[in-house]
Each structure stands twice: as C-alpha cells, then as structure tokens.
C-alpha cells in the first residue's frame, strides 16, 4: 500500500485511501498496508509504517477486480480504505520503520519472481521446438530452414543463460550472500528474455502463433508483467547502475 495520512488516537490508527494493482487482493485474508503515520517526518521515509489489516475490518474493503492483459490467473483489484481503525498492536515492525520492513523482502521477492520468466520460456520451448519439426513447407521441416534454426539457437541460449543466472544467484542468498544489484539482475534480465523468447515463438508458428488456439499469445502477455511488477525494468537498470556508483565514491 501507498503511503496514506494516519490520524493517531490513543490506542489506534486510521487509515484512508485507496491501493490500486494489489496481486491476490480479492483472496487474501490479510494485507500489509505501508502508511504515512508521521507526515512530518524528515525523510519523509522515517514516517511510514507497515500495518497488518485482516480481511472483515471495518472500513477495509476491496473494489472491482482488474481486467488484466495478462495473468489472468493472478487476480488484482484495488484495495479501498475508508476511516479503517488498525489497532497498535497491527504494527508490523516498529514505529516508522515500514520502509525496512518494505526492502528487507524486496530483493529475495526479486529473485523469486526470476523463476516466472523461467517456466515462460520453457513452455515457449516446449510448444515451439516440437512444432518446427512437425510443420512442414517446401518439402521438409520448417525447423531445418536456418533462419528457424537461428530462433532455435536464440530461445535455447536465452533460457540456459537466464536459468544460470538465477539459479547461481539464488545458490547465494542460501548462503546468506544477497545483493541488491543480482537481485534486480536476475528479474531485469529474465523477464526481458522471456518476452523476446515469446515473441520469437510466435513468429515459430506463425499464423498459428497468432491465434488463441495456441498458447503463444497468452505466455507473451504474461511475460509482459515481469517487466512491470517489483519494479519496472527501468528501475532495476537504476538498482544496479547505483550500486556500481557507490563504489566510486
């Protein structure tokens, strides 16, 4: 949740507002709202702080569900706060501390998210690969034609890089070793690949990749989100490229 004004009282908090783009928020029975609690407060980072809201709380409710391009599955909606009473003992964190509360899950959230691009062009890989050897023109398989061969050889090494990548970076943060910048790395350069991997698996099938009785369509549109959520792909180039200038410092 966006940061929000929140009266104090005694022994609670009001939140109002409204949260757009929140995943899973018609099925989730509980919400974590990042609120300004110290408006005041300089940096205006040191006066947000994370509540916890459960479903069923007076003045909690959550509006239309979004229809989204893609991800259809993932259902999202708005989430709608109208002089909503969050007792103190809701807070999770400290007092002020909802920004560390936000970032000390942002990098592994990053990281977990790599594994959707991942499965993406898999399945790309999977529908496209048996086609080309199955479809035929000019008298044999389209997949022998060099310029498919060529898509061939792009997925492939797209996938095996993206999967190196992420496996390797997710090997150290088991270990405790987790940098920001890999993090973004891992999502940023995943989710990008799988978008192309998509689009090269439409051009495999052709007019077949076009139309919704093949699942081309439907893996590029959901490719297409990882290159949004948990911060755009412009943010991530920003994540790492700063974490590069604090060394020259």
């Not at 400290?94 to 993406?120: C, N, Q, T, W």
Request: charged content about 20%; aromatic content about 10%.
């Amino acid at each position: 949740m966006a940061p929000t004004p929140v009266p104090i009282h005694r022994d609670y908090y009001v939140l109002n507002g409204n949260k757009f783009w929140i995943t899973n928020g018609p099925d989730a029975d509980v919400v974590i709202v990042y609120a300004k609690s110290n408006p005041s407060a300089q940096p205006a980072s040191h006066g947000i702080t994370a509540f916890i809201v459960e479903k069923g709380t007076p003045g909690f409710s959550t509006a239309q569900k979004l229809d989204k391009l893609g991800m259809r599955g993932s259902n999202t909606c708005e989430l709608v706060f109208e002089d909503c009473k969050i007792p103190e003992k809701n807070i999770l964190g400290h007092l002020g501390k909802g920004v560390y509360v936000l970032m000390s899950g942002l990098d592994l959230e990053r990281l977990v998210l790599s594994g959707g691009p991942l499965g993406i062009m898999q399945a790309v890989l999977d529908h496209a690969f048996p086609y080309l050897h199955t479809r035929e023109a000019f008298g044999q398989k389209i997949g022998h034609f060099q310029l498919m061969q060529g898509k061939i050889a792009d997925m492939y090494t797209r996938l095996a890089v993206c999967r190196q990548y992420v496996y390797n970076v997710a090997k150290a943060c088991d270990k405790g070793h987790v940098t920001p910048r890999d993090c973004a790395g891992t999502i940023l350069y995943s989710a990008e690949c799988a978008t192309q991997v998509a689009l090269d698996g439409i051009q495999c099938l052709g007019g077949n990749g076009y139309i919704n009785d093949y699942p081309m369509g439907r893996f590029l549109r959901d490719a297409k989100l990882y290159e949004i959520g948990a911060g755009t792909s412009e943010v991530r180039r920003l994540v790492i490229g700063r974490s590069f200038n604090a060394l020259y410092k």
